[in-house]
């Protein structure tokens, strides 16, 4: 069984991280989809789990990388080129003056002007993810900004053999020791 964590928003890291050692011990695949890595730094995830990072991802998308070579990729290489020699201090000082005063406020002017396509970009990069990949049994949206993301797997993605969508893997009916109560009237997850 393949189990995919999303955990874009990064809010319930320890949960995720237990979580995913738990499946992994339960002998499932594992694969946890967070934003950026770097945020995860002190979590250490077990042996076995995949980690995939959206914002790489991201990087692969043609407007992103046009921007990127247009305001700073080719910015740099001219100023690699001229600040050879006696001109090495003056370029690399416009080089950085450039990149703060201008590339890095037109970068924040394009995130915004891009926000919505930017979103659909992210959903879809995700749904990509899961259709590339080996099918998925289960969907575990870890937090409130992965839901979005649950929902699109859960709709959209031909190769989900079960459309499981929940918030916690203990939640799900499928881990050795679940938090389910054996009397059927009982509150799932009370703990009175």
């Not at 416009?94 to 590339?103: D, K």
């Not at 990509?128 to 993301?149: I, K, N, Q």
């Not at 079960?162 to 203990?170: A, E, L, R």
């Amino acid at each position: 069984m393949h189990v995919l964590f999303l955990a874009v928003g990064g809010t319930r890291r320890r949960a995720v991280v237990e979580e995913s050692a738990r499946a992994v011990a339960d002998g499932h695949r594992v694969t946890v989809v967070v934003d950026r890595i770097a945020q995860w730094t002190r979590d250490q995830f077990p042996a076995g789990v995949t980690v995939v990072e959206l914002a790489l991802l991201e990087q692969r998308l043609p407007a992103l990388r046009i921007e990127q070579a247009v305001f700073f990729k080719a910015p740099r290489r001219v100023v690699r080129t001229v600040g050879r020699g006696p001109l090495r201090d003056v370029a690399r000082r416009a080089g950085r003056s450039y990149e703060t005063r201008v590339a890095a406020r037109a970068h924040r002017v394009f995130l915004r002007a891009w926000g919505g396509a930017r979103a659909q970009a992210r959903l879809r990069l995700v749904a990509e993810l899961v259709e590339r990949g080996p099918g998925v049994d289960l969907v575990v949206a870890s937090d409130p900004v992965a839901m979005p993301f649950a929902a699109r797997v859960a709709t959209g993605a031909g190769r989900v053999s079960s459309q499981q969508v929940c918030f916690s893997y203990d939640y799900s009916g499928r881990t050795s020791a679940t938090q389910h109560r054996p009397v059927p009237n009982a509150v799932q997850g009370d703990n009175s």
